[in-house]
């Protein structure tokens, strides 16, 4: 397939070709780079728009501020990953909500972190930087397909652990942490005084979030990859008997009820004093507009076509005899992170420039030699997967 060709969905349903024609960058390659960028609907980008033109005619007239953004954001935050409004703060990044949580203990040398080996530099660098300045031990699990999460994490825990920190998604092999057995992990380290920090950055929008449920004190999720909203908007979820226990180590303006400059101040009861400086609220509002726009889809359709999908994906990487198949092949596991591995000595970079330049099928290379992901959400269409799986099995042949 020719540079700029698009990828036929006449095959698939009505409502996935209404929302297909709704994406312009879901038709013009087959876009498996939703792990990393999602694209966004139209209207959220005139959302987006729409308010930067209303806030520039006149930045500091109230007549023109945005101010119902913020409040609006987290409520719809709260009632679709369900969590209470208080519990919602906005953040720019997936980053920055794992930092502030990761920099909210009171660190200590000595003091140990569990983290996974599936972990995007996100959820590894922070912990470098806690390292070295702190002198805090790092202990990594094993979760690659078919570990068991639960003995892993007891056999790393020590008297010294203060936090766990790992994906609800894996980036690298597609695993998704059950909200059943997160919960029985957040019951075991409860009663220790360990801190519970999930990654969501591939989570929202590939598979089904409860955050109550699944019962981590903190989930830090952005808006820019599933969730098809603008870059640098995000949320941290905290789970609310978390809040007076979770330091602030970055404050501004928007982190007190009220303050003096006689040095008393009153935080805000909400998470929302986690939120800290001036705030993106065009962005902001671009978010809620990609959020609604996934509600008029419909949650529950999403999620099934994605695994559909994934199903499906499954079955043909089978097919080819030459791929092995990285990802869970569980309905309870597995997600839209679909990952295969390459025969021994492929070059997995050429093979991911190659795709994109020659075929304009978009996925990534993932951090074990090797593997290759493919980023499935509902849009993408069986012909795509199909094509993908096939010029990913063909790249080793071709040199």
Not at 76 to 97: C, I, K, Q, Y
Not at 192 to 212: K, T
Request: net charge positive.
């Amino acid at each position: 397939m020719q540079a700029g060709a698009s990828y036929s969905a006449t095959a698939e349903p009505d409502w996935v070709r209404k929302a297909r024609a709704e994406i312009p960058a879901s038709t013009t390659a087959a876009n498996f780079q939703t792990g990393g960028i999602g694209p966004s609907p139209v209207s959220v980008l005139d959302e987006v728009a729409r308010n930067l033109h209303r806030e520039n005619r006149g930045p500091a007239d109230t007549r023109f501020r945005l101010e119902r953004v913020e409040p609006d954001l987290r409520t719809r935050l709260a009632r679709t990953f369900r969590a209470d409004p208080s519990e919602v703060a906005l953040t720019h990044s997936t980053t920055e909500g794992i930092c502030i949580a990761a920099w909210s203990v009171d660190w200590r040398r000595g003091d140990e972190v569990v983290i996974s080996n599936q972990e995007h530099p996100a959820n590894v660098f922070p912990w470098y930087q806690i390292r070295d300045r702190f002198g805090v031990r790092i202990r990594e699990i094993n979760l690659d397909t078919g570990t068991d999460l639960l003995k892993e994490v007891q056999a790393a825990l020590r008297p010294s652990t203060r936090m766990v920190s790992i994906s609800h998604v894996s980036r690298n092999n597609g695993r998704r942490i059950v909200t059943a057995e997160s919960a029985k992990l957040a019951a075991l380290l409860r009663p220790r005084g360990i801190r519970y920090l999930l990654d969501g950055a591939q989570g929202p929008g590939c598979v089904p979030v409860n955050f109550g449920e699944l019962g981590a004190d903190y989930y830090a999720a952005c808006g820019h990859k599933w969730l098809l909203g603008p870059k640098g908007t995000g949320a941290l979820f905290v789970r609310k008997a978390m809040l007076d226990q979770t330091l602030i180590s970055w404050a501004g303006s928007h982190s007190t009820e009220s303050m003096d400059y006689a040095s008393n101040f009153k935080l805000l009861p909400s998470a929302a004093r986690f939120e800290f400086g001036t705030r993106a609220l065009a962005e902001f509002s671009g978010f809620d507009a990609a959020l609604r726009w996934m509600e008029r889809v419909g949650w529950q359709r999403i999620h099934s076509r994605i695994d559909e999908l994934a199903e499906f994906a499954i079955g043909r990487a089978r097919g080819t005899g030459r791929l092995t198949l990285v990802s869970p092949e569980n309905t309870a596991e597995r997600s839209g992170v679909f990952v295969v591995r390459l025969p021994r000595g492929a070059d997995v970079m050429k093979l991911y420039q190659r795709l994109g330049t020659e075929k304009r099928i978009l996925g990534s290379p993932v951090r074990r030699d090797g593997d290759f992901r493919l980023a499935i959400h509902f849009f993408n269409t069986r012909s795509e997967i199909t094509a993908a799986i096939q010029a990913i099995d063909e790249g080793p042949r071709s040199g």
